[in-house]
Every structure is written in structure tokens, then in C-alpha cells.
């Protein structure tokens, strides 16, 4: 438990004003200088819409599509489910995104090196566009972008930018239970991520623009038990627990503080007992 409590209780990097959020970030977040909406959605500056059809329907267990075909940062047709051979972070965004979308691909850029797991060998993030105008030549540019915040540690084969034709993208979208909506040349749109299985099974939603290394590190174990197997489970869940209000995970102190002294007191009750029967055994006249 101690190796894995070292793995997962990462140190969290100074961030700057424009990354500083309140707990209800994690639930949704809003481009000022509107207000947020009970919807968590991202709404550009725009005239006035209706945002009926915007919104998450968390679909959790539920499978997405893997034969679905986009086009990767050449141009080339690629099969989703050959781009999902591993624990998979998908960022549903849109590339000429001016506001959260840049954040949140930004902010990943910063948290991906910071986990203990390496992309491309033990998880892969793609990054999706949900506008079917925009082109391979975008997707390119904004991969150079973002690997290039990351400091060159996450490798092209570890993260990519697909683009595609709207009805894979709805396909894919709806598959998520993320919903979109155009509004002139802009979206209104929820912020997150999810992060899926080999066989595209959801596991796992991450709200808002800010991404807790430590939230990305334990959503990808659980997509990775089908092949750990189900002790590391048990004792991430005995560790942690996923707060669905504040769409985080919650380190359970005092469970872990009791077991942990339960454990000392067995032990010295133990070591009293030893020493106790030594003692017994080098003094026969007691």
C-alpha cells in the first residue's frame, strides 16, 4: 500500500492565475465573462442561443464505437479502434477554440509528464475535434503546439489529433452521451474528458479544465485492470474514492490513518508477546 500511495500522491505543480479554479470547476466550466451554468458548458461569445442539447449524459460502462474512421494529423484514414490499444484519455474539443478547449489541452500538456506511466506504451490520449470543418493541416499545428508545452516528454505516437465527417463524430459524441452545438462559427460545449478501456469501455469522466495528476493517474488504472487484475483495484478503492459531486478523487485519510494503526498496534502487541517468550526462554527459574 505504501509503494502505491508513492505512486499515486503526486506533488501538484504552482499554477498560474488564469489556471486557479474553485471545487465547481470540476463540474463544469464557463468562458468569461458569463456566468456558470448548471450545464457545465463552455459558451463562446455569441448572440443569444437556446443551449437545449447541450450538455453530458455520463455513460459510464457504456462502449464507444471502435470502427469508427477519422483522419489523422497527415491526412491518413485511421480506424479508432487501432488507435485504442491501451488505456485511452479522449479530449472531445474543437482546434480554432480560442478559450477552454486551448486551456485544457494545455493544462494536459502539463500533466501528462508528471504521472509515472508513459504515453504511448502504457496509455494513449487523442484529442478529437467535434467541428468537421476543420482540417489535417489544423490537427498538425495544434499537435505541434501542445507536445511542444509538454517539454518533448509525451512522443507523437502518444498523443494524436484526429479530425473527421460528422456522422462519425456524432456517432462517437453520442456513444458519450456529449452533446454539442453550433453557434455560428463557435460552440457551445461541455469541458471534460473521459478515458476509456482497450475495448473503448468508459471508465471514467474528468470535468472542467483542471487535470489532478492524481485524478488522470488512478482514472487510468481502472481502465488498465482488465490487465492488472483486481488487487490493485481493491486497493485503490481502499485509498480512494471518486466524489461524483466534486468529480475528483478523495484520498480516505481516516480510513487509512485507522489501518494504519491498527497495524502498529498488532505489531508491537506482537513484538511484546516475542520478547515475552525469549525472556521466558533464557530465564527458566521464572
Known amino acids: 500500500m505504501t509503494a502505491l500511495l508513492a505512486t499515486l500522491w503526486l506533488p501538484l505543480p504552482a499554477r498560474s492565475a488564469e489556471h486557479q479554479h474553485t471545487a465547481s470547476d470540476h463540474q463544469q466550466h ?38 469508427l474512421m477519422f483522419r489523422d494529423e497527415n491526412g491518413n484514414p485511421v480506424r479508432l479502434g ?39 506504451t502504457d496509455y494513449t490520449v487523442l484529442s478529437i475535434s467535434f467541428d468537421e470543418t476543420e482540417t489535417p493541416e489544423l490537427a498538425r499545428r495544434t499537435r505541434d503546439t501542445y507536445l511542444t508545452a509538454a517539454g518533448g516528454k509525451i512522443p507523437p505516437a502518444g498523443w494524436r ?24 462559427s463557435e460552440f457551445q460545449h461541455p469541458v471534460v474528458i473521459f478515458v476509456v478501456t482497450p475495448d473503448g ?22 481502465a488498465r485492470e482488465g490487465h ?8 485503490v478503492q481502499y485509498c480512494f474514492s471518486y466524489d461524483p459531486e466534486q468529480k475528483t478523487y478523495v484520498f480516505n485519510l481516516l480510513r487509512v490513518a485507522a489501518t494504519v494503526i491498527l497495524v502498529t498496534l498488532c505489531l508491537f502487541l506482537a513484538w511484546l508477546l516475542f520478547s515475552g517468550k525469549r525472556k521466558k526462554t533464557k530465564d527458566p527459574h521464572s
Open 30 to 67: 464557463v468562458a468569461p465573462p458569463l456566468k456558470p451554468s448548471a450545464q457545465a458548458e463552455h459558451v463562446h461569445p455569441a448572440p443569444a442561443a437556446a443551449a437545449t442539447g447541450v450538455g453530458l449524459d455520463e455513460q459510464l460502462g457504456a462502449r464507444i464505437p471502435l470502427d
Open 82 to 120: 487501432d488507435l485504442i490499444t491501451r488505456p485511452t484519455v479522449i479530449a472531445p474539443v474543437y482546434y480554432r477554440c480560442p478559450n477552454v478547449c486551448h486551456f485544457l489541452q494545455g493544462e494536459l500538456a502539463q500533466t501528462l509528464p508528471q504521472i509515472k506511466l508513459t504515453a504511448g
Open 161 to 184: 489529433f484526429l479530425t473527421g465527417d460528422l456522422a462519425e463524430i456524432m456517432k462517437l459524441t453520442g456513444a458519450a452521451g456529449y452533446r454539442f452545438q453550433r453557434v455560428g
Open 201 to 222: 469501455t468508459i471508465v471514467r469522466y474528468l470535468h472542467g479544465t483542471r487535470v489532478l495528476p492524481k485524478d488522470l493517474a488512478l482514472a487510468l488504472m481502472e
Open 228 to 235: 492488472v487484475g483486481t488487487t490493485i483495484r481493491k486497493m
